[in-house]
């Protein structure tokens, strides 16, 4: 078992302090993620740690309420929605004799470093509170409740806040806490209702939360590939009541047998006029004499247990809080941890909200566009695809193929190209079965209507092959000097000049799920091990970031080399494990981690060092992984890479045309397009060629490793913690783009 340098001591000692963690506002699913993950590292570091029950409230209350949490306490938390420790709205807490009450009973318990989990109103409470906080134990000093010695001995209040808000409504962070789990619940609902619409010929208008963000309605809309979405950050034109009507008539002509429009429930006009479903409904109804039916999905979206994203997302993000605590000082600005592509980085916590406030001032005053600025941008720039055909024609062709194992994902990116492509003007075709398809001639035209509906298909509807490289035979075959763009599709998420992949999302909620499901088995029996193999060849991507969110004791990767001393050490962790009242352990195994040390070899391993402490169970995941729908991110993944795609060929298709023939052949023109921390970058497949690991398909360098620390000290081992990867307090760069739906872990 790794033993904890000098250096992490040093840097992250909570020796002496006490940390309190609350949720307050509304609940959104993974807050008990981040509940866990501030707990276990606060404990790990040697801080005491206590849970504030029923948020503000129950500071202010005190007693029952302020309890101390222990390793244990925080147990079997990950896969529950919602948040264990409650949530209230306090109005007692927005007076100053609420936060003098809430005041002492931390004093009393000796809390001076405040985490606070809640939408921008909970964190702005909190920073107020920091701000009275020497003001506040004067008073109490005055009225005999403290004495002089408490007042000098914590005398600063330290604050951190995280997001936990469905709407991801807050500026400065990519994705707040639920988000991803509510887009899992609205696309479950849309698919579901997708399949009656088409049996009877419906249209339905759903509504779906975000009352003054129109981030999930505008999402799940991309991702469903719904007809008409209303969001209240851009209202429709004027006339948009028979323009809406004319789109669903040609569908209808067009033979689409149903129609999908989204409202988000704070949806308005361009004279700050709501927008309700019954309106459109009736609309419908009156101008078309469609049969319309309207579902609103209300509190369905708050509830469930939380994404694979939202769970690692909200444990990195705890661990993140812990750290910046410990290193604040009394002069030190009140803080928010948030997300920036892969990164955790702390933001003065007033600049994000006086940010957030502003895009509700600027909607407010009907400045829909300067609120869009603000927000950033979280979609097409220019519009869905859904909503404009063709109004141009070019003289190029366009194939769009799919290439190596199916992908949840890849049909969404089809769909994206193929529409974006006929409205850039472009024929485009789809060939069958990858390259060798194209060999064989199995190409066919394919228009718009083809791929209505593909965005909720798994698998690859074009078909997959193995067999060549295009760019290199281009100094053989000068046909094959063409823009040619490549979008990383694989479950593994091995692919060199990306952080993420189509089809990883999709595959790891697949895990996740599974070992769920696995450890609830187990609910009723005492002390057992869980030994699961999951797919990736030889990268660890799923096993690492898969155990990360399922709670793993251990993950076994080919990029970490282990030896037969690491699996005994992990066995006497286990042993020591089931001694506490935690009962279950879970480890996760890359399937090409190590050629000797197999699966059944640790199965049997665990099965003979745990015997009469615990018993073992398998289980080989295997191609389940790369089965069923497509989760909401990589639909919009799937949908944002290739729309972005399309839009290079069609520049680089007119940049290469020549006296009446495209030719290109510089290396710019063979790219492959990949998700950098936050950007979305074209880079040359050649120059990708000393960034790969051609014998084990492998990239050289992979970002995730840095979440294999985080995943053990969550498991209770004790190991280092490079604290240079932390996120330090940068201030918010005004109107900076967000690529919100698209970022990664």
Not at 376 to 393: I, L, M
Request: hydrophobic share 40%; proline share 3%; glycine share 10%.
């Amino acid at each position: 078992m790794a033993q904890p340098d000098k250096k992490f001591f040093e840097n992250l000692s909570g020796a002496g302090k006490a940390i309190a963690v609350l949720t307050s506002g509304g609940d959104a699913q993974g807050m008990n993620a981040a509940v866990r993950a501030v707990v276990r590292m606060g404990i790990y570091v040697g801080a005491k740690v206590y849970f504030i029950h029923e948020g503000y409230q129950g500071m202010v209350d005190g007693g029952d309420n302020i309890r101390e949490a222990t390793w244990e306490s925080v147990s079997s938390m990950l896969q529950v929605g919602g948040t264990v420790i409650g949530s209230a709205r306090c109005k007692e807490f927005r007076t100053h004799e609420g936060r003098l009450k809430a005041a002492h009973n931390l004093v009393q318990h000796g809390i001076t470093n405040l985490c606070v989990i809640g939408g921008d109103g909970s964190l702005t409470g909190a920073n107020l509170f920091r701000e009275e906080w020497s003001g506040l134990l004067e008073e109490l000093l005055q009225q005999g409740l403290i004495d002089a010695d408490a007042v000098q001995k914590y005398s600063a209040l330290h604050i951190v806040g995280m997001v936990g808000s469905i709407d991801n409504d807050f500026c400065g962070t990519d994705m707040t806490i639920g988000t991803d789990s509510a887009l899992h619940r609205i696309i479950e609902v849309v698919d579901a209702i997708m399949t009656t619409a088409q049996s009877h010929q419906r249209t339905f208008v759903l509504e779906v939360m975000g009352r003054h963000c129109g981030y999930l309605a505008l999402v799940s809309a991309l991702a469903c590939g719904a007809d008409w979405v209303f969001i209240p950050e851009m209202p429709p034109e004027d006339h948009w009541e028979e323009q809406m009507c004319h789109k669903l008539s040609e569908n209808r002509a067009g033979k689409k047998r149903l129609n999908i429009i989204i409202v988000a429930e704070g949806a308005i006009d361009s004279y700050n006029k709501p927008i309700t479903t019954d309106h459109i409904k009736n609309l419908v109804v009156k101008c078309l004499g469609f049969d319309t039916r309207v579902t609103i999905l209300g509190h369905v979206q708050r509830g469930g247990t939380p994404s694979a994203f939202d769970r690692i997302l909200a444990s990195r993000m705890g661990v993140e809080a812990v750290h910046a605590l410990l290193g604040t000082t009394a002069n030190t600005p009140a803080c928010v941890v948030s997300l920036c592509g892969n990164q955790a980085v702390r933001l003065p916590l007033m600049e994000c909200v006086q940010m957030t406030q502003e895009v509700q001032k600027a909607m407010d005053e009907k400045k829909f566009e300067e609120a869009v600025k603000l927000r950033g941008r979280y979609g097409f720039p220019e519009g869905s695809p859904e909503n404009r055909k063709a109004d141009q024609v070019s003289s190029f062709n366009v194939a769009v193929l799919n290439v190596g194992a199916p992908a949840a994902g890849m049909n969404a990116a089809v769909r994206s190209a193929v529409r974006v492509g006929i409205s850039e003007g472009h024929k485009m075709f789809a060939v069958n079965d990858g390259f060798e398809g194209f060999a064989k001639g199995q190409i066919k035209e394919i228009k718009w209507g083809d791929v209505g509906g593909w965005t909720g298909q798994g698998g690859s509807l074009l078909g997959t092959k193995r067999v060549l490289q295009l760019y290199e035979a281009r100094a053989t075959f000068e046909e094959l000097c063409v823009p040619l763009c490549m979008l990383p599709a694989t479950i593994s998420n091995n692919v060199p000049g990306t952080d993420l992949s189509i089809g990883a999302d999709t595959a790891l909620n697949a895990i996740v799920e599974t070992c769920d499901r696995i450890k609830q088995s187990a609910s009723g029996t005492k002390r057992r091990v869980f030994i699961i193999e999951t797919m990736g060849g030889y990268c660890g991507y799923l096993a690492t970031v898969g155990g990360l969110a399922a709670g793993a004791d251990a993950a076994y990767v080919f990029e970490e080399p282990f030896d037969i001393r690491d699996l005994q050490a992990n066995v006497e962790h286990l042993r020591e494990k089931m001694k506490t009242s935690i009962q279950r352990g879970l480890v996760l195994r890359n399937e090409n981690s190590n050629v000797n040390y197999t699966t059944d070899f640790i199965y049997q391993l665990y099965t003979e060092e745990g015997r009469g402490i615990f018993d073992c169970r398998k289980n080989v995941l295997g191609h389940m992984q790369q089965g069923g729908a497509p989760s909401p991110f990589d639909r919009n993944f799937g949908t944002k890479i290739s729309a972005k795609a399309m839009q290079w060929i069609s520049k680089k298709l007119k940049e290469g045309y020549r006296q009446g023939r495209v030719f290109t052949n510089t290396e710019d023109s063979a790219c492959l397009l990949g998700m950098r921390r936050r950007a979305l970058v074209f880079q040359p497949v050649v120059q990708l060629k000393d960034q790969t690991d051609f014998v084990h398909r492998i990239p050289k360098e992979q970002w995730w490793l840095k979440l294999r620390p985080l995943m053990k000290i969550l498991a209770k081992y004790k190991t280092s913690y490079d604290v240079s990867d932390s996120g330090q307090l940068e201030h918010v760069v005004r109107n900076r783009p967000r690529e919100t739906d698209a970022a990664t872990l």
